[in-house]
C-alpha cells in the first residue's frame, strides 16, 4: 500500500505501542495519537480522526470493546484492529459484532498487524481473523435465520421503519417487531445498526 495511513494506537504498554510505531514508520504509516485508557481514546478520536485505531481490550477504565462499539457508531468508515491476548475461537465473534474490522492476537508478528491494519482501512466493515470462517459458521448453524427475518433484515437495510416493512411484507407492525427482537438477538445485536453491520460480516447483507 503506497498511501500513508494514520493510525491511533490504543494500548496501555507504552513498549506495545513503541513496537507498533516502529512497525507502521517502516510500512510508511503515521501513528497519529496514543491513548492507555477508554477515557482517553474518545479524546484521541475525536481530536486526531484517524483512519485506523488499534484497540487492546484490556484497558485500566473498561473493556476496549465499549471503545469499539462506540467508534463504529460514529463512523462506518474508521478501521478497527483489535489487539488482544484472548485466542478463544468463539471471542472472535463478539469482536466481530461489536464492528470490529480485523482481530490479532498480541503474540503475532507485527507484520500481521501491519497487514490487518491496511486490511481495516480498505474493508473497514469487513472482518479478517484466522479462524473466522469456522466460528461464523458455526454460529450460523445455531442461530441460524429465518427466509422472513432474512426478508426483514434485508427492508431494514434498506433504511425502511417497521411500519413500512409491515406493508411491504403484507405483516403487521406488532409481528415486525417480533422478527426484530428475533434477529437482534440471533445477531447479538441491540439496534437497527449493530444487526446490519453483523449480518453483512456474515454475509446475509450484500448491498
Not at 492507555?36 to 486526531?48: F, L
Not at 462499539?69 to 461489536?98: E, P
Not at 406493508?167 to 403487521?172: A, V
Amino acid at each position: 500500500m503506497t498511501q500513508p495511513l494514520t493510525v491511533l494506537l490504543i494500548d496501555d504498554h507504552e513498549s506495545v505501542r513503541a513496537g507498533i510505531k516502529s512497525a507502521l514508520s517502516r510500512a510508511g504509516h503515521i501513528c497519529v495519537g496514543e491513548a492507555s485508557t477508554i477515557a482517553e481514546a474518545r479524546a484521541q478520536i475525536a481530536h486526531t480522526n484517524p483512519q485506523v485505531i488499534v484497540v487492546d481490550l484490556s484497558l485500566p477504565d473498561g473493556n476496549g470493546l465499549e471503545i469499539v462499539s462506540w467508534a463504529r457508531s460514529i463512523s462506518d468508515r474508521i478501521g478497527i484492529v483489535v489487539l488482544t491476548l484472548n485466542t478463544a475461537q468463539d471471542y472472535l465473534l463478539t469482536v466481530m459484532k461489536s464492528g470490529a474490522s480485523a482481530f490479532v492476537e498480541k503474540s503475532a508478528p507485527l507484520a500481521e498487524l501491519v497487514s490487518a491494519i491496511e486490511h481495516a482501512f480498505t474493508a473497514p466493515l469487513s472482518f479478517s481473523a484466522q479462524g473466522i470462517s469456522h466460528v461464523i459458521k458455526k454460529d450460523l448453524q445455531a442461530n441460524a435465520l429465518t427466509p422472513r427475518e432474512i426478508q426483514v433484515l434485508e427492508k431494514l437495510s434498506a433504511g425502511l421503519s417497521a411500519s413500512d416493512i409491515g406493508l411491504e411484507l403484507f405483516i403487521t407492525q406488532a409481528t415486525v417487531k417480533t422478527h426484530l427482537a428475533s434477529i437482534y438477538r440471533k445477531l447479538d445485536s441491540k439496534n437497527r445498526i449493530q444487526a446490519i453491520i453483523a449480518a453483512k460480516k456474515l454475509g446475509l447483507l450484500t448491498n
